[in-house]
């Protein structure tokens, strides 16, 4: 993929949208912030990445699993 980033998007349904031509590699970075949601957002904690690929068509879901603890 080159030197081609995206900006940080908010987990609220953002939709990135690039080509990564065949036989090319790219790198998925996800950043998780359990402030987000304050006091509210401690506990268990599961989300999910969706891909979606035009050959072979179809959808990969990538899913982060974890719990946010309070100090």
Do not use: C, W
Not at 41 to 64: H, M, N, Q, Y
């Amino acid at each position: 993929m080159g030197d081609k980033k995206t900006r940080f998007y908010a987990m609220e349904n953002s939709t990135i949208s690039f080509d990564i031509p065949g036989k090319s590699t790219a790198k998925l970075v996800v950043r998780f912030d359990p402030a987000a949601h304050g006091i509210q957002g401690a506990g268990k904690v599961d989300r999910e990445v969706s891909l979606t690929f035009s050959d072979p068509v179809g959808i990969k879901e990538v899913k982060f699993f974890g719990e946010v603890i309070l100090k």
